[in-house]
């Protein structure tokens, strides 16, 4: 099953590949891993998208707790949570699919945030179903380049990773 | 004070009273040496290969509970420590290994002698660290310790760039360190603890299985205290022996591949299953799925998390420090007035002493040809059975195990987890210089000897009277009786051809060397080697049955009770 698994890490060198090796060293799945520095810049915030039986998600998140560099692990799946990606796709805009691709991207609440004679830049952002819908959506044809970020994920309510 | 980050360093391990450093100088290091040279109160052990540097420092760990320590020169001397490194990973060992690095402009310009150290022994430490910068040298020594000996314990490696080394600072040794990334559970949780205690207590068939968490946490007296007081039956495995007393009657022997059948009976058949410090490894419970195939409740305390319910299901996980769990439990049953059902423990007893009455470590003793079990019998014989025991990977180490009865903790010193042939010989420097007093015998093959017998110059130069007992068969013995089995008999690459004279190779580093070859001169050697050369090292080289495999045995994805008690069950 797919798991969501959030975690506050020592913002150091080498800590990103301590998160990574270990996935690869156990044969553990990642679909998606986002890092960038919190509000405290001491401190990274790590979103992984993973999957597994529960004995696997249960060994991962202990797994992780072990890295020294870690601060604290949460598997945000478990309960209610909010998910985003970014999307950014460049798309051949001429002649009559120029208005065709502004309709879906309006549809999609998608902005066109570069502008060329011939291309757009169109910014998504969303749950990775919106984003995979809005790629279903346009013909593969004018599909220039897409580039995803990967999922960022919080929990709602009351539910906050913090130190 | 301000010193030179080299000071530094020795003097963060003076701080840590480092009595020895396990070493092999090179560029990188040359400051960290010059230091080292003009102090007197850590001492330099120089050996002849990194490898045995770092399974020195370990085989001194093992054998004192204290934080080995090992220093290696940058490339080379980096990857030649790494498989010291990982071997003492497995098996959960204290170490600081301390690496030089090319001078911090130098890295990634590929260097002369640059390897990212970092990197090649990342999945293999507990931890580890770059230092950047001469200031942080002493708060990161101090983590490095502090990392290595807490919570469950392992190698923590410093890669130190050579400027850093020239680069001078302020010197004050943190007295305190907290990380707020790493906080080890200590106690376990009194819930879990009660509801163990009771289950101890219902259980009809129980039984203790413990493993080298309780020699690390220094539990054994614990582990011996609440058996006793329960009167159940106990099994330690390899990195667990000497956990709980080999001679007494509660104990069952080793467990797992080649473990007894009382051992793997009771395991299989139990009703409640105590597990201490040990993490149902692949060759103690064979094929988890079988294991799992008889109905029994598992309580499992381990200071690592992730070892409990990793490879079999626990019904009450404990999470903590073995000996303050065991402690705890301790209070809890004496405080109590609960006593485990005596009609229930006979008729558990009475079904042990007939699986114990198989006999199953009988082997057929000969007046031609040595056996290898006779030796290590000998031995123990010999040394009252108090000597501290090494050995290297593959049949000789477990028939060490199987017939040198371990009274103690911290006596038996073989790589568990990794399975490093070459270790015999350098744990048993690393255990000599920590005891200097005590017997050390290095029980070993032609073939694991060689691995690491450069280390033979180490020892004349450090004076250390290690008895070497070299099981030699000729063969790579434990590749050969699983070709014998399961590769129908097509020894592949297993005869060890062109063997030196060990006696004269021995002798030629200035040892003394004995090659016997009949068993009525076993004992006769043995006494020679432990009493006329006590304080020389004397390597015994015992040609010994070729043909010989070790029993029981429980083959690799079998379950624990398809077991292979003799040649005569192949």
């Known amino acids: 099953m797919r798991h969501v698994i959030s975690l506050l890490i020592e913002n150091e060198s080498g800590a990103l590949s301590r998160v990574s090796g270990l996935f690869s060293a156990r044969g553990y799945n990642i679909e998606s891993l986002t890092v960038a520095p919190t509000e405290d810049a001491s401190m990274s915030r790590m979103t992984i998208v993973t999957s597994g039986s529960d004995e696997i998600i249960e060994q991962i998140t202990k797994q992780l707790n072990k890295l020294v560099e870690v601060v604290k692990v949460v598997d945000i799946s478990e309960a209610a949570h909010i998910e985003r990606e970014l999307m950014l796709i460049k798309v051949r805009a001429t002649g009559k699919d120029r208005e065709e691709v502004k309709r879906t991207a309006d549809i999609f609440r998608a902005r066109i945030i570069d502008v060329t004679d011939a291309s757009y830049v169109v910014e998504l952002t969303g749950n990775q179903a919106k984003l995979d819908a809005f790629v279903g959506a346009i013909d593969p044809a004018l599909i220039l380049e897409t580039v995803r970020s990967g999922v960022c994920g919080v929990g709602r309510g009351d539910r906050v990773l913090k130190l | ?570």
């Open chain 2, 1 to 570: 004070m301000v010193l030179t980050g080299a000071e530094i360093v020795i003097r963060c391990l003076q701080e840590e009273k480092v009595e020895y450093v396990f070493g092999y100088p090179g560029g990188a290091v040359l400051y960290l040496y010059d230091a080292l040279f003009q102090q007197e109160e850590v001492r330099h052990v120089l050996v002849r290969h990194e490898q045995a540097a770092v399974h020195a420092a370990d085989g001194y760990a093992r054998s004192t509970q204290k934080v080995g320590v090992a220093l290696v020169t940058s490339g080379p001397g980096a990857t030649n420590a790494v498989t010291g490194i990982a071997t003492a990973y497995c098996d959960s060992i204290p170490l600081v290994i301390i690496s030089g690095q090319v001078p911090t402009a130098a890295i990634g310009q590929d260097a002369f002698q640059e390897v990212d150290t970092v990197g090649i022994t990342r999945p293999c430490v507990k931890h580890n660290f770059l230092v950047r910068d001469v200031r942080d040298i002493a708060s990161t020594i101090k983590k490095a310790f502090y990392l290595a000996k807490t919570g469950r314990p392992g190698p923590v490696l410093v890669d130190i760039p050579k400027d850093i080394t020239i680069a001078k600072c302020d010197f004050e040794y943190p007295k305190e360190i907290s990380m707020r990334s790493y906080n080890p559970v200590v106690r376990g949780h009194q819930g879990q603890i009660k509801k163990a205690v009771q289950l101890l207590l219902e259980a009809k068939r129980p039984m203790i299985y413990t493993g080298g968490g309780v020699v690390l946490a220094d539990a054994a007296e614990q582990l011996t205290r609440l058996t006793r007081l329960l009167g159940y039956p106990v099994t330690n495995t390899l990195m667990g022996l000497g956990g709980y007393p080999a001679s007494d009657r509660q104990f069952l022997g080793m467990p797992g591949m080649h473990g007894t059948y009382e051992a793997n009976m009771s395991m299989h058949y139990c009703d409640v299953l105590l597990a201490v410090g040990a993490r149902f490894d692949d060759r103690v419970i064979g094929n988890p799925a079988h294991f799992a195939e008889e109905p029994r409740k598992i309580i499992h305390v381990d200071i690592d998390p992730s070892s409990i319910s990793k490879r079999v299901k626990v019904d009450v996980p404990i999470v903590g420090d073995v000996k303050e769990v065991l402690d705890e439990m301790i209070r809890q049953l004496e405080a109590g007035a609960a006593r485990p059902n005596a009609d229930h423990l006979a008729t558990w007893w009475k079904q042990i002493e007939e699986w114990r009455g198989r006999n199953c470590m009988a082997y057929k003793n000969s007046d031609e040809i040595i056996k290898p079990q006779f030796v290590v019998q000998k031995l123990w014989e010999v040394t009252g059975g108090n000597a501290i025991v090494t050995s290297d990977v593959g049949q000789h180490q477990m028939w060490a195990a199987q017939y040198y009865h371990f009274e103690q903790p911290r006596r038996w010193l073989n790589s568990g987890g990794l399975g490093t042939m070459g270790v015999g010989l350098p744990y048993a420097m690393g255990a000599q210089l920590a005891h200097p007093d005590t017997h050390v015998a290095c029980i070993t093959g032609e073939a694991s000897i060689q691995m690491n017998i450069q280390e033979l110059s180490t020892c004349k130069q450090f004076r250390l009277p290690i008895k070497i007992c070299n099981l030699n068969n000729r063969y790579l013995g434990m590749v050969r009786q699983w070709q014998q089995i399961f590769h129908g008999a097509r020894y592949s690459e297993s005869y060890m051809d062109s063997l030196p004279d060990f006696a004269k190779l021995a002798a030629s580093y200035g040892h003394v060397g004995i090659r016997v070859d009949r068993p009525c001169d076993v004992e006769d050697a043995l006494r020679e080697a432990f009493v006329k050369h006590k304080n020389e090292l004397v390597f015994l080289d015992f040609q010994v049955d070729q043909t010989e495999n070790v029993y029981p045995m429980v083959q690799g994805g079998k379950g624990l009770t398809e077991m292979i008690l003799s040649a005569e069950d192949l």
